[in-house]
């Protein structure tokens, strides 16, 4: 099925640094493509999503471009901040090219810390 | 505001016990999904279900089950709970089978000792 690879952690910035959480996908077509964020304590919540080719998704701060050449979904923030310390999951649906019933596939998670 | 409660933060239970976790969504969704989530292997699908008394494997399915009598409530079954299944299990739903965007309860952190 389908998959997603995302960048090893932990990941560990100052304040006001430029983040990038790589995300890569192998697919049979061409699938909406989803990043979740976990911060503590708390359950996944949608951050952004892309439904196409070339669609930048974006949402607190946080962008991702749907690059089919590259297969890619990276995740990126021009200055975190402490509180944007979380885990973040790249994600897709398991069969881009049949039925899914709304299933995803997450890749592993990357742990971002942001320190003051 | 869209919820998903889960019946425990943390749990501890003894090999061998039978371990009921629940979930319920106050959204009317359709689907509803049941995760566990370890360090290093992200999130793992045990069961999902479309509709009421309609389920399917998972990716590990094994060493669980299920059971889903009202459409706002799924519930996760660890037979005889056994060491290895100590985790943090996250359920979900989403509205419909088309709609990818899921809704996460906060987890129930079980230990198996």
């Known amino acids: 099925g389908d998959s997603v690879t995302q960048m090893e952690g932990p990941v560990t910035l100052s304040e006001e640094a430029f983040l990038t959480i790589n995300c890569t996908y192998t697919?049979?077509?061409?699938?909406?493509l989803f990043w979740y964020v976990q911060y503590p304590g708390e359950g996944l919540q949608l951050l952004l999503k892309?439904?196409?080719?070339?669609d930048k998704g974006s949402n607190k701060g946080f962008e991702a471009t749907y690059r089919k050449e590259t297969t890619s979904f990276h995740l990126e923030k021009g200055s975190v901040q402490v509180s944007d310390s979380a885990v973040y999951f790249c994600a897709l649906p398991p069969n881009a090219g049949g039925t899914s019933y709304g299933k995803l596939t997450f890749g592993q998670g990357t742990i971002l810390t942001v320190h003051p | 505001d869209v919820k998903v409660t889960q019946s425990s933060r943390y749990l501890v239970k003894r090999t061998g016990e039978k371990v009921f976790l629940e979930c319920v969504q106050d959204?009317?969704?359709?689907?509803m999904f049941w995760y566990r989530q370890d360090p290093g292997l992200g999130l793992r699908l045990i069961y999902f279900s479309y509709d009421v008394k309609m389920k399917e494997k998972g990716d590990i399915p094994e060493g669980y089950s299920v059971s889903r009598e009202k459409k706002e409530r799924f519930s996760l079954i660890l037979e005889s709970a056994s060491t290895n299944q100590t985790s943090m299990y996250l359920c979900?739903?989403?509205?419909?089978?088309?709609?990818?965007?899921?809704?996460f309860g906060p987890g129930t952190r079980l230990t198996v000792t």
């Open positions: 892309a439904t196409k080719a070339d």
């Open positions: 697919a049979t077509g061409y699938p909406s």
């Open positions: 979900a739903s989403s509205l419909d089978y088309i709609s990818y965007e899921q809704y």
């Open positions: 959204m009317d969704h359709e689907n």
